[in-house]
């Protein structure tokens, strides 16, 4: 597979996050404009961005940001490669071979990664649609040990809550069959954390993992006030004695229906 | 590059939008518990999958399905091909030109694709990490003219009231510098249109596009109440005169705080 690499997981994850983001904002209005018989006055300062942290913009800061689309965008000939439906074939399978070699590892070392490819993994995320072409987020890279520390205390705190008064029997019982708890060693061992936050150009719903903890995370790293947090992703190796639960996947038979 | 095809950007998209699905069972709880003082005492019947469409499952056989999933699974090693820095530098980089070639196309042709190249992509697509493997998803591949012709009327009529009621002017602008609108031609010329329903197997918030079809889509193609349409993508070759609007896409030091 000539594009697999241990890092795979991570591009893939990263772009699907930013889906998750499009989808939202048009759900996000549907919610606002149902609820309401008139129109906000102010529709781009999202109430959920409101999270009593402070470091707000002015919302005319906010609108300037928004005017910055270009009105007119021209539209060009597309044309894409046309494979021969053999070779359509043997791609897909290639793909999904792939893309089948992605897991879940809670056990990263600390070994270095070049920053090259951090960047190519951020420019990558950065290819993903975005509704009106709007790519509403910022990545934050954080390599210092300090912060990585004091994210790590952030998210430990409110995950211990989680697992004991916020979640579910269920959920807990779920998780722990994936030998998952609280306790995420590998915010302090990866080398790397990213961590996602979508911006708010627009109207839309905000979502934001890990659990509870998004406003001193952005607090923490002086992100704006227009920004939320969407997903903390460790980035490392695998260690050298890394596990993770044998889990097998549903057969095509049982998600797929053909009509 | 050897895995890019015509078909890439389904793949991704495809991929991409469950993690938002586990990005939305997390904040479900969260929103849930905190909310409400006491564990609901069915916490598995998300409110809003009660769209009011009948077809209810009984709360009986939801719980039966939930609990299918296995107690006990083992950890087993896990080790991933290491590559040289050099390598991986290479790798990511070819791994954003594959990417970078994504847009998205409404201008598809009816030319067929081959079915396995379908079963593939949504056999990819299933290779998804999901909040503790529950894999709760299920695609809808429609190819039978009619219904994809009645999934056209639904989603337009819808549309064509969002665009003229439920979204923002700002919204609608933004939307106009890409020409998009509420006719969509393309749902009847893509050989095949994909569904994505996700399955309400705990505690988690739901999203649906497009805006407002959610609900007559299930009904439609008799999904029972426990799934939620997350997403539908038409699926097919771009037309010999197809465009796209001469977008750029933000330099990475706009979207990327390194620290």
Redesign the interface.
């Known amino acids: 597979m000539?594009?697999?690499?241990?890092?795979?997981?991570v591009?893939?994850?990263i772009?699907?996050?930013?889906?998750?983001v499009?989808?939202?904002k048009?759900?996000g209005?549907?919610e606002k404009?149902?609820t309401k018989s008139k129109?906000l006055s102010h529709?781009?300062v999202d109430e959920d961005l409101k999270d009593g942290t402070g470091h707000h913009l002015e919302e005319e800061e906010l609108d300037k940001e928004?005017q910055g689309?270009?009105?007119?965008?021209?539209?060009?000939?597309?044309?894409?490669?046309?494979?021969t439906?053999a070779?359509?074939?043997k791609?897909?399978?290639?793909?999904?071979e792939?893309?089948?070699?992605?897991?879940?590892?809670r056990?990263l070392s600390d070994e270095p990664?070049?920053r090259?490819?951090i960047?190519?993994?951020?420019?990558?995320a950065?290819?993903?649609?975005s509704?009106?072409?709007?790519?509403p987020?910022?990545?934050?890279?954080?390599?210092?040990p300090y912060?990585k520390h004091k994210i790590r205390e952030i998210v430990e705190e409110e995950e211990e809550i989680?697992y004991k008064?916020?979640?579910?029997?269920?959920?807990v019982n779920?998780?722990k069959?994936?030998?998952t708890n609280w306790i995420k060693e590998y915010l302090d061992t990866a080398p790397y954390l990213i961590l996602i936050f979508k911006q708010n150009v627009?109207?839309y719903t905000v979502?934001?993992?890990?659990?509870?903890c998004g406003p001193q995370l952005r607090v923490l790293?002086q992100r704006p006030a227009n920004e939320k947090l969407?997903?903390l992703l460790p980035v490392g190796?695998?260690k050298k004695?890394?596990?993770?639960?044998?889990?097998t996947?549903?057969p095509?038979e049982d998600?797929?229906?053909?009509?």
């Open positions: 000539a594009l697999f690499s241990s890092l795979t997981p591009f893939i994850t772009i699907c996050i930013l889906i998750g499009i989808l939202k048009t759900n209005e549907k404009h149902e129109p529709p781009w928004w689309l270009e009105e007119n965008v021209p539209h060009v000939p597309f044309s894409a490669e046309h494979y439906e070779e359509m074939i791609r897909s399978k290639m793909f999904y792939l893309l089948n070699k992605r897991r879940s590892v056990f990664i070049p090259e490819v960047d190519n993994v951020i420019r990558t950065g290819t993903s649609p509704g009106a072409h709007t790519e987020w910022t990545f934050v890279v954080v390599q210092d912060l989680n008064k916020r979640m579910g029997d269920r959920w779920d998780l069959r994936l030998r627009g109207l979502t934001s993992t890990p659990l509870n790293l969407l997903l190796y695998p004695d890394a596990t993770v639960p044998a889990l996947r549903k095509l998600i797929m229906v053909v009509m």
